[in-house]
């Protein structure tokens, strides 16, 4: 079926639940997802697997060794995920995300500007892709002369992003 052959739209409360990793290290994942970015651990499986989430939520992120314990990243040329994308819910949180990174030397890959949100693109230990970004509201997205969305790519003023406030 291709996707011009929906009869209808999903429905749009449907939302993405949770992502859940391979990773070759629990530990050290642990280290960079609550330690680093500040996700509470949910709970744990000995040294298997782990959940970790914002707010409370049962879990956002899962983290597993079942089949990947002492394991390296997928090489170049292969398929897999790209990356994943935690949204924070205002700008002064990316900044306080970004001051995070900061103070653990953790590089950044990139950071873009693409009209409808600011992010920051890394890697996590296992070299799984991480987008780190906020939504601008919706009024605020950049359309066309038809209305359409017109999303961009530019680059992102860190020293701006680090001069926001921080969070209450």
């Not at 997802?33 to 970790?52: H, I, N, P």
């Given at each position: 079926m291709s996707p011009a052959s929906a009869k209808r739209p999903i429905h749009p409360e449907t939302r993405i639940g949770h992502v859940h990793l391979k990773v070759a290290d629990l530990d050290r994942a642990l280290g960079f997802?609550?330690?680093?970015?500040?996700?509470?651990?949910?709970?744990?499986?000995?040294?298997?697997?782990?959940?970790?989430s914002a707010g409370g939520y049962h879990h956002h992120i899962g983290l597993n060794t079942w089949e990947s314990l002492g394991g390296s990243p997928p090489p170049p040329g292969s398929t897999g995920i790209f990356h994943l994308a935690i949204v924070y819910p205002s700008r002064a949180e990316l900044a306080d995300a970004l001051r995070r990174l900061v103070a653990a030397r953790i590089p950044l890959d990139g950071a873009s500007d693409h009209g409808v949100s600011e992010a920051l693109y890394l890697r996590d230990p296992?070299?799984?892709g991480v987008e780190l970004y906020w939504d601008r509201p919706r009024d605020q997205w950049p359309r066309d002369r038809q209305g359409g969305l017109a999303m961009f790519t530019r680059r992102l003023d860190l020293d701006a992003l680090l001069a926001e406030p921080k969070p209450a």
């Open positions: 997802y609550c330690g680093v970015l500040g996700f509470e651990l949910m709970q744990r499986f000995d040294s298997s697997a782990a959940f970790v296992d070299g799984i």
